[in-house]
T-cell receptor, first 113, second 113 residues
Framework: AQSVTQLGSHVSVSEGALVLLRCNYSSSVPPYLFWYVQYPNQGLQLLLK??????LVKGINGFEAEFKKSETSFHLTKPSAHMSDAAEYFC???????????FGKGTTLSVSS | DTAVSQTPKYLVTQMGNDKSIKCEQNLGHDTMYWYKQDSKKFLKIMFSYNNKELIINETVPNRFSPKSPDKAHLNLHINSLELGDSAVYFCASSQDSSATEAFFGQGTRLTVV
């Protein structure tokens, strides 16, 4: 069975500061891992995904994540936060064919000026 | 053109009523999903259809019944609505059941009063 744990339900940063959102996964098979972003009253938008190619994955809006098998982690980072990054971020895992995305509980990112 | 569209976007109804939410995707995908996002923003898979066949049926009250008239549509019918059904329901689609990326609709906010 697959699961993800997002550490920290709320992260606050200043504009221009480093963003680090933590995600650890559990999977009995090689996982596919994702980060999605949800802006207020919007659907989910894919930021980036890991599908067993490069361990460092670059996504949209300057975000990237690194897959670390030894740590079972897939943390999301952005070097410099922007006010527009304030949103809900979800880490998700998918196993074999016929399964659906399993989401973490989400992390709310607040960015202050 | 919206890739995954849901109607209605907002739905307010009384307890005991029956309601439906419609979802359509124009991406040519084979697989569609319904997710429920609760008040704490936790996203949970409810159902998935692949080419009109049910492939995922999580522990959901049987008051919830999905219907897929064709692979581009997946509707969700809810009977005898209860207060606890209040949530945001998201439809999503992926190319097939092994695909690594899902595209989400904008969500339907259901409020049961």
């Amino acid at each position: 069975a697959q699961s993800v744990t997002q550490l920290g339900s709320h992260v606050s940063v200043s504009e221009g500061a480093l963003v680090l959102l933590r995600c650890n996964y559990s999977s009995s098979v090689p996982p596919y891992l994702f980060w999605y972003v949800q802006y207020p009253n919007q659907g989910l938008q894919l930021l980036l995904k890991y599908t067993s190619a490069a361990t460092l994955v670059k996504g949209i809006n300057g975000f990237e994540a690194e897959f670390k098998k030894s740590e079972t982690s897939f943390h999301l980072t952005k070097p410099s936060a922007h006010m527009s990054d304030a949103a809900e971020y979800f880490c998700a895992v998918k196993g074999q064919a016929g399964t659906a995305l399993i989401f973490g509980k989400g992390t709310t990112l607040s960015v202050s000026s | 053109d919206t890739a995954v569209s849901q109607t209605p976007k907002y739905l307010v109804t009384q307890m005991g009523n029956d309601k439906s939410i419609k979802c359509e995707q124009n991406l040519g995908h084979d697989t569609m999903y319904w997710y429920k996002q609760d008040s704490k923003k936790f996203l949970k898979i409810m159902f998935s259809y692949n080419n009109k066949e049910l492939i995922i049926n999580e522990t959901v009250p049987n008051r919830f019944s999905p219907k897929s008239p064709d692979k581009a549509h997946l509707n969700l019918h809810i009977n005898s609505l209860e207060l606890g059904d209040s949530a945001v329901y998201f439809c999503a689609s992926s190319q097939d059941s092994s695909a690594t990326e899902a595209f989400f609709g904008q969500g339907t906010r259901l409020t049961v009063v």
